[in-house]
Nanobody, 120 residues
């Protein structure tokens, strides 16, 4: 069984910073990528940032230059540093592990989400 757990969300004023963390454990085949998504009510989940096994990263245009995705040194972990936050960054942020092979239900490769709220 796979477990993916996010932490670090919270409430911050516009212009502030937050750092999200994600740790995954369980039976996970080689990792193709680690990803952060976000979702607001009534909208589809949006890809925010991805870091591939090569180390290459990609960001959504709306966060480029403000957010940084990085992998942790131990185990399967990924971070999302968010700076100069804007009210439109308010969302539930989800961590997702993309393995080369899924074992069991793919939904278990997603975290439960962590709320980020940015006030104006």
């Amino acid at each position: 069984q796979v477990q993916v757990v996010e932490s670090g969300g919270g409430f911050v004023q516009a212009g502030g910073s937050l750092k999200l963390s994600c740790a995954a454990s369980g039976i996970i085949a080689n990792i193709k990528a680690l990803r952060w998504f976000r979702q607001t009510p009534g909208n589809e989940r949006e890809l925010v940032a991805v870091i591939r096994d090569s180390g290459d990263t990609t960001y959504a245009a709306s966060v480029k230059g403000r957010f940084t995705i990085s992998r942790g040194g131990a185990g399967i972990s990924v971070y999302l540093e968010m700076h100069n936050l804007k009210p439109e960054d308010t969302a539930v942020y989800y961590c997702s592990v993309l393995p080369t092979t899924y074992y069991g239900d793919p939904s278990q490769y997603w975290g439960q989400g962590t709320q980020v709220t940015v006030s104006s």
